[in-house]
């Protein structure tokens, strides 16, 4: 082989390579492409020649992007035989925070029909990653300034201590002026009984004598009819000793509570307050009777509030086990609910309480709001979970009214035992014991 034909294959190799080159780099392909036009606000840095991605696979790559007005034109060429319906969502996507950008296509129902070439499209903004962590600082900062005392969260907080402060203190002044009295009536009632006691004992060691014919007694009583009227007297003295002590059980066995139920709605931006007196009678069995949303009617609501304000609660509650049922009215109107410890005999867990409770199962109506009106249709169905902090104060949330505006509570549960109401209820039974 001579130089120049040496020379000539050299030249024709190089060509071949240049030329392969050139169509590599230049992004040339034998793949037949249609276009489409997404106008955006803001493409968020997206750059030329980046891949179209339908539902994650890559079915094209971007030929242009330009200014026309005030929108961002960019021209997609999408792969021949690739369909994409009229109602897919067109938006800017990314590999990873900092990864590269690419043209997310969120594919469409069949039903809205295909798109065809050259159509207009309109893509959803979206948000850089530089705005993006501007809001939330700004967001962070914000919160920061309202728990440390520049916003309505403080202001709420400090309205709630406020109003903890002065129940407990017309608690306490309560209890400091009943105690003496209650005091004196359990003292007289522990007397009254341990005499019964020794009455009891007394009669019972007399009729025996008496049945046995023992003594003085027996002899006064040889003959039948005086020894079956002593006896039938004897008997009376020791019923009506058990009936007093009966009474004297049924005033000590009474159980009262006072619970106070603090209730934050974000949304509406506004607080309600439940207030009433559990009663239980025996173990097992308890009644409640109170306020429900209790607001003052003169104040003015800083957001939307559907909750019907100042009712009342009057429900049966049975306690078995890890379950308390109740049932009776509910903020005004025939309810049940049902509260469950799933870890009741986790000694570690069993502060935790789940909640459902149904209401309102008739309703059909509309509530106004300010401006703004809404109609109700649907029961009232709440879900929730409890904690209990202590014996006093448990915390938790609620998504209220399900079936129709599903809005979140924050809660609070401060409940107290008052022994003289308990005393009280249970004097007043007395009334209602057989003569």
Do not use: C
């Not at 925070?97 to 798109?115: E, H, T, W, Y």
């Not at 025996?208 to 009819?225: F, H, P, Q, R, Y």
């Amino acid at each position: 082989m001579n130089g120049e034909t040496k020379v000539g294959l050299f030249v024709l190799v190089g060509s071949v390579l240049f030329g392969t080159a050139i169509f590599l780099l230049g992004d040339y392909s034998f793949q037949k492409f249609y276009p489409v036009y997404a106008e955006f606000t803001d493409v968020a840095g997206l750059p030329d020649k980046a891949i179209v991605k339908l539902s994650g696979v890559e079915v094209g790559k971007i030929k242009t992007i330009s200014l026309k007005d005030d929108k961002v034109i960019v021209e997609l060429a999408v792969r021949v035989g690739v369909k994409i319906y009229k109602n897919a969502k067109f938006q800017v996507g990314s590999t990873s925070m900092i990864g590269s950008k690419f043209l997310q296509v969120d594919q469409g129902s069949p039903a809205a029909g295909v798109l065809e070439a050259g159509a207009t499209v309109h893509g959803e903004e979206a948000l850089a990653l530089d705005r993006a962590m501007a809001r939330a600082v700004n967001s962070l900062e914000a919160l920061v300034g309202d728990i440390r005392g520049n916003g309505g969260l403080a202001r709420d907080l400090n309205a709630i201590l406020k109003n903890l402060r002065e129940v407990t203190a017309n608690v306490n002044e309560l209890v400091s002026a009943t105690q003496p009295h209650a005091e004196k009536i359990m003292e007289r009632a522990d007397s009254i009984t341990a005499k019964l006691d020794a009455i009891l004992t007394k009669t019972d060691a007399i009729v025996s004598k008496i049945n046995n014919g023992e003594g003085v007694a027996g002899a006064l009583v040889s003959d039948t009819k005086m020894k079956d009227n002593v006896s039938a007297a004897v008997t009376n003295l020791r019923d009506a000793s058990a009936s007093a002590k009966d009474a004297l059980g049924r005033i000590s066995g009474f159980r009262t509570y006072l619970v106070w139920d603090y209730n934050y709605e974000p949304l509406a931006r506004s607080s309600k307050n439940n207030f009433g007196v559990k009663i239980s009678p025996r173990p097992g069995r308890y009644y409640y009777l109170g306020g429900a949303n209790m607001v003052n009617t003169k104040d003015k609501a800083r957001g939307t509030d559907y909750e019907v304000r100042n009712t009342v609660d009057a429900q049966l509650g049975w306690e078995f086990g890890a379950f308390d049922l109740y049932a009776g009215v509910v903020r005004g109107s025939g309810g049940s609910g049902v509260r469950w410890k799933p870890f009741y005999n986790n000694s570690k867990w069993d502060r935790i309480s789940v909640l459902a409770e149904a209401s309102e199962f008739t309703r059909n109506r509309v509530i106004k709001r300010g401006a703004s009106s809404r109609h109700f249709n649907d029961p009232r169905y709440d879900v929730g979970v409890d904690v209990t902090v202590n014996k006093y104060i448990s915390a938790g949330v609620r998504l209220n009214d399900m079936a129709e505006t599903r809005r979140v509570n924050y809660t609070t549960r401060l409940i107290f035992e008052d022994k003289d109401i308990a005393y009280l209820f249970g004097f007043a039974t007395l009334g209602s014991m057989k003569k």
